[in-house]
């Protein structure tokens, strides 16, 4: 018999609308039994959506009577108090990224998990999308010969009014950085291994809504010499890559293109000669995925640990070093020098 699990939704700002959309294929697993937010206009709009009748709440704490997991999508200064209530309460959770604002949150969030015997996962759903999947068994598997080199652009326009939670460097936990681009560090760090040293320029030179940075360029150099990385920005008001991911091999490049739900090989390019035209490379499709939702496929996952008792591909502990890099970028960038990220990745998947 499938078991069918409570699932309660607390923060129904834009992503928590975007979870509800996705949860179709996964209604026959799980019931959402309790929509809570501080607006409680917001909080029926997003009830709206669902098939039956949840409890609609501006307290979680009525949330927590009805439900054996939750989904938390809240600001992120909110995440950590919110997090062990829920675990505190017997609650399963899965967090929205970054799992917290500062390694001492991360880390009693960690302990409460421990304490309660509950599962923590952290909602970094790009992990799950089968392109990258597929790129990282093909970085990893070396079937093009070994990766020197992985590139991630992730380009849009996300404004608010300067005194939004997601524009204060104390609510967000930095800038874009943090907020968005720590999917794209937990990508390279998951496909690429361990790191070494890196760098961090950020500006918000045309996003001045931002307190911190609303551009990003971070490059790293991992363990076997490859590097990687990632340009992020919240001020495109125009873009050609969007969201691409390139990964140059001794035999090809390995590209994404996410808005075609392609992976792709670029191969054969001929050695460059000056002065001589070069011939073009093959272009070959390795994979076709258009559509797909990976916050559907992450939450399957969060289902599958709660059943089986497996630890979450996106754990806690592993996601906390992830964030411990990008906050060494920080710290390194402050002080206007290198960062040393040797010994900060043991855990990592």
Not at 17 to 40: P, Y
């Given at each position: ?24 294929e ?8 309790a ?9 029926k ?17 009525d ?18 108090e ?9 609650k ?29 996962m ?20 070396k ?29 967000l936990?930095?800038?874009q ?8 560090i ?6 690429m ?5 890196g ?6 030179l ?26 992020g920005t919240?001020?495109a ?15 090809g490049?390995l590209?994404?293109?996410y ?14 000669i000056?002065?001589?035209q ?14 797909i939702?990976?916050t559907?496929?992450?939450?399957k ?14 754990d806690?502990e ?20 290198l ?11």
């Amino acid at each position: 018999m499938t078991v069918k699990h409570k699932l309660a939704l607390i923060g129904c700002g834009g992503m928590a609308r975007s979870h509800v959309s996705r949860f179709e294929e996964l209604m026959d697993r799980l019931e959402i039994t309790a929509v809570v937010d501080i607006d409680i206009e917001r909080a029926k709009a997003v009830a709206e959506l669902l098939p039956n009748d949840p409890v609609v709440s501006t307290d979680h704490r009525d949330a927590l009577k009805v439900c054996d997991a939750v989904l938390l999508a809240l600001p992120h200064h909110l995440h950590c108090e919110y997090t062990i209530d829920c675990l505190n309460a017997g609650k399963h959770v899965l967090a929205e990224k970054p799992l917290g604002n500062s390694e001492e949150e991360c880390r009693k969030m960690i302990e409460a998990a421990r304490r309660n015997n509950r599962t923590l996962m952290v909602a970094y759903c790009m992990r799950f999308h089968p392109l990258v999947v597929m790129m990282k068994d093909l970085i990893q598997r070396k079937a093009y010969g070994r990766t020197f080199q992985l590139s991630i652009w992730t380009e849009q326009h996300t404004e608010r009014e300067a005194s939004n939670w997601m524009c204060r460097a104390d609510t967000l936990g930095g800038g874009q950085l943090f907020s968005h681009g720590c999917h794209y560090i937990d990508l390279m760090l998951w496909m690429m291994g361990k790191p070494v040293e890196g760098s961090h320029i950020g500006t918000n030179l045309c996003t001045p809504w931002m307190e911190r940075e609303g551009t990003s360029n971070v490059s790293i150099r991992f363990e076997d010499g490859s590097c990687g990385y990632h340009f992020g920005t919240w001020g495109a008001r125009g873009t050609k890559l969007g969201y691409s991911f390139q990964a140059h091999c001794e035999e090809g490049m390995l590209e994404i293109d996410y808005a075609k739900g392609q992976l792709l090989l670029h191969s054969r390019l001929e050695k460059h000669i000056p002065g001589v035209q070069e011939n073009k490379n093959s272009v070959k499709v390795l994979l076709e995925a258009p559509g797909i939702k990976p916050t559907s496929i992450e939450m399957k996952h969060f289902l599958d640990c709660l059943e089986t008792g497996a630890t979450p591909l996106t754990d806690a502990e592993s996601s906390l070093e992830g964030l411990k890099v990008i906050w060494e970028l920080y710290k390194a960038e402050d002080e206007r020098k290198l960062a040393d990220l040797t010994g900060i990745i043991n855990k990592f998947k």
